[in-house]
């Protein structure tokens, strides 16, 4: 069994137990976290020096859609409902190969930026190559992966087998077949639901109780008030079922949700950016108990990669509680109970340790102690030195996806010294230009051609 052992590190366990510890060895057997502690053995173990790193856990992206990633930059001045109108209909038009080779380009983009675990909610299946090809593309990243199997399949190429809803359950119970789910495993597979809202729940009420008959479990784009509620009306709402955005989640709608341990997603940047979308319910959601995830969402416009979530969430929430206090007359803004909502430790935890429960692997990753899988981050503070305080406030607020030294997945190194270990980045990169170029192609589309949409305004006032 191989050994690797980290050594001397500043160890930010996520960990309950071990805390964080400084000048600390880790020790890998196998795909294991084997021991946490000061001088451990070295006998037959390969050592990396870890002195001046944070070691800390792989941080895990539970909603991301990677089939996007060759159109990087595309909606980059994108305002409104520009993001749907200038990618949603490209999807139609990719091979299962140009699938796998786009969702490869983002796991290994991911995992650069010290991603371990991916949940890709995949709305390119149109046919059941496609769904290999998906499954392809994590067995060749090596990363751990869930792979969405979309539901909803708006594509006009779904196409029986593959029509939207229940005529994908032939196909899910197919993968299902290949993949054994259990929490270690490497990859698994995951439902996303159609849509959630009030007035087609029938349909929902059908495609939840597939999914738990085949042991999978779920995730949906919940972009109405009152999803969650509809859902626990019916006794269906449970902590296996993960809400994306939630914006418009009501207070009920987030009791209910803190109320049954469960755990909503947020794509920081990706609520942001459009102009479209509330924040509020990340504050509303955390007094609620309810356990708040991380994801990246539209590679089409940003860098996947969490750290950068982690840190405009900081302030995007720091700013939103500052202005609630100022409209409530509180002036000067001080801190009082459950003011500031979130500090850079707790989103160091949506980063990590929520991020796998969320996905229902809590006691497998996003900790670094002995008996978890060995996902593993090393975080270079050589440079610029480590910042004082809470070592959270580092990760959150001085560091970048260029600190990232090495990555480990399940005891096998994918990033080593800065440089990701077996890829050839230069032909990675012309692959998904590649891929971007036939699907543009087929779609009449040029590259940098965004469609802006005006309303009641001519284009350029
Ligand atoms: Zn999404």
């Known amino acids: 069994m191989s050994r690797t052992l980290f050594a001397n590190a500043f160890v930010v366990s996520c960990n309950a137990g071990i805390g964080d510890v400084a000048d600390t060895d880790v020790l890998v057997e196998g795909d294991v976290i084997r021991k946490v502690g000061p001088r451990l053995d070295r006998a037959g173990a390969e050592v990396i020096d870890a002195t001046g790193m944070i070691l800390m856990p792989g941080m895990i992206d539970t909603h991301s859609h990677l089939w996007e990633t060759p159109f990087k930059g595309r909606v980059a001045d994108g305002w409104g409902m520009e993001y749907f109108t200038n990618i949603h209909p490209l999807v139609s038009y990719f091979t299962p190969e140009d699938a796998r080779i786009s969702i490869h380009a983002g796991l290994v983009e991911s995992m650069a930026c010290g991603v371990t675990t991916m949940f890709d909610f995949n709305t390119c299946i149109h046919t059941p190559e496609h769904a290999d090809a998906a499954l392809q593309a994590f067995r060749d990243a090596g990363i751990r992966g869930v792979l969405g199997y979309d539901l909803r399949g708006k594509s006009p190429n779904s196409t029986p087998p593959l029509a939207p809803g229940a005529g994908r359950f ?73 809400p994306a955005h939630g914006n418009y989640t009501t207070d009920r709608d987030l009791e209910i949700l803190g109320q049954a341990g469960g755990f909503l997603t947020t794509q920081p940047e990706a609520e942001t950016y459009a102009g479209r979308r509330s924040m509020s319910m990340v504050a509303r959601g955390h007094r609620r108990g309810v356990r708040v995830a991380l994801g990246v969402d539209v590679p089409v416009i940003m860098n996947l990669g969490l750290l950068p979530q982690m840190r405009l969430l900081h302030f995007l929430q720091r700013y939103m509680d500052g202005a609630i206090e100022r409209h409530e007359g509180q002036v000067p803004v001080v801190r009082r109970p459950g003011v500031p909502t979130l500090d850079a430790r707790n989103i160091l935890n949506f980063a990590t340790v929520n991020g796998a429960a969320a996905l229902g692997i809590g006691d497998v990753v996003g900790q670094i102690a002995p008996g978890f899988q060995a996902d593993i981050v090393l975080m270079d503070t050589r440079s610029f030195g480590m910042a004082e305080g809470d070592p959270a406030g580092h990760i959150v607020l001085n560091s970048s996806s260029g600190d990232i030294d090495t990555v480990m997945v399940a005891g096998r190194l994918k990033k080593r010294a800065g440089r990701m270990i077996g890829i050839d980045h230069g032909r990675m990169i012309a692959d998904r230009l590649a891929v971007r170029d036939r699907v543009y192609k087929r779609a009449g589309e040029i590259p940098g051609d965004l469609h802006k949409t005006y309303w009641g305004w001519p284009k350029g006032a």
């Open 170 to 242: 032939a196909d899910i119970e197919r993968v299902r077949g290949t993949l054994a789910n259990r929490p270690a495993d490497l990859l698994r597979l995951a439902v996303c639901l159609s849509e959630v809202a009030p007035e087609t729940i029938a349909g929902a009420v059908r495609e939840i109780g597939f999914a738990r008959s085949v042991g999978c479990r779920m995730s949906w784009h919940c972009n109405k008030a009152g999803e969650i509620e509809a859902l626990a009306a019916r006794g269906l709402f449970g902590e296996d079922i993960l």
